[in-house]
């Protein structure tokens, strides 16, 4: 209903990029965050406090100190971390909310790794271990400051009603400890991010309309005007708004198949390197005009710049046959890859470039964030002090040998 409270807030680990956060920041999108490092990009994107929510599961307390200083929102992980909020909490509470994380585990979805909802997940309190309700809701009854309620239970491979049961779960324990305290007390709720992306076509599904008619009707008392709400989506925004493109350096003949010689690899396409089957990419070919390559689709690999042999965008896809000079384009990947740098090989970060209509047709280029360059790297691997292992004056070393 008008009038609820709600923010969406961008997972910014899936883009940490700060003209991100600031054109979605404009488009009425908050951050969440959770590192020093996440809630630093967030701030220089202009996103404010009110409009961010720390997430991390270990929070230092410098960083709980600071989180609550600026009056950022908290959803604090586990026991330990609330005892050390009751210490920093001023008596007349805290200038921002704080909620609790909780894992209604519901069960995993299809990747392990990236599955939160699981019975030995290490996010939030696990709701259904023996006696963890009862101390979640005693928790919330002995701290009235404590208003939100957090659960993110999807991810990638994450079906969208296994989602909604773990919203539904936090829901009604948002109920439960409402009628214990005899008030409203919990009066905002947390739900996550976690749609998934098709990452097989240019589809866009599940879409966040079809989460929000799932929800409507798995909970209906979320969308009643009850509750505040947050959402916390990142893959789901952006990944189908960023492509990888790569020039073919060679292209070669391995055991009869095709491989394409790209300049990206496992440095910008971590996961899909390392777990391809979890994480596969359409790849699109392009001449070296970028025009899309036309002719016979052939099978075969795209492989990175990275010196093992796993270092492939893309094995055994059929697509038109790409040559020296020719460009790969990988597809969907917005969130969590060119962004994600890998530093294997000292393989510099690629610049990133925004684009648009130039309103007569063409095209025109803003540039996100540069190339990292070699006086970058080298500083960013102990340059600045090339003798730090060498001059310890107390450890006597052998004279080099003539
Ligand atoms: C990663 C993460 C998100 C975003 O997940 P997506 O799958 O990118 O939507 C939201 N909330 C928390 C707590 C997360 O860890």
Known sequence: PPGTPVLHAFAVKATPLVPVLRLLYEEGIGAEVASPGELALARAAGVPARHTVLDSPAKTPDELRRALSLGIAVNVDNPQELARLDGLIPPAGPR???????????????????????????????????????WVVRAYLDRPWLTRLHAHTG????????????????????????????????????IGGGLPVNFASDATGPTH??????????????????????????????AKHGTVVARVEYAKNAGGRPVAVTHAGVQVATRTVYAPGAWPLRIAAYDAEGRPKEGPAVVQDVA?????????????????????????????????????????????????????????????????RGEQTPEEIVAEAGGGSPDALTRFPAVRRPAPRP
């Not at 909780?102 to 696990?126: C, D, H, W, Y």
């Not at 020296?324 to 969590?336: F, H, M, N, W």
């Not at 740098?341 to 970060?349: E, F, I, T």
């Open 96 to 134: 921002a909310p704080v909620g609790l994380r909780v894992n209604p585990q519901v069960r995993a979805g299809a990747i392990e790794a990236l599955s939160t909802a699981t019975a030995t997940s290490k996010f939030g309190v696990a709701l259904r271990d023996a006696g963890a309700r009862e």
């Open 155 to 190: 991810s990638q491979g994450v079906a969208l009603s296994l989602m909604a049961r773990g919203v539904a779960e936090a829901y009604a324990l948002a109920e439960e400890i409402n009628r214990r305290a005899g008030r409203r007390q919990v009066d905002t709720l947390d």
């Open 304 to 368: 990175g710049p990275a010196c093992f042999a796993g270092d492939l965008l893309a094995q055994g896809q059929s697509l038109p046959r790409l040559d020296q000079g020719d460009y790969a384009a990988a597809l969907d990947t917005g969130a969590y890859y060119f962004a994600h740098h890998y530093a294997y090989n000292s393989l510099p970060r690629p610049a990133v470039h925004g684009f648009a209509p130039d309103g007569r047709g063409g095209v025109v280029f803003s540039l996100v």
């Open 209 to 238: 309309a079809q989460y929000a008619r799932l929800l409507s009707e798995a909970v209906p008392g979320l969308f009643d005007g009850r509750y505040g709400l947050v959402t916390e989506f990142g893959r789901s925004l952006l």
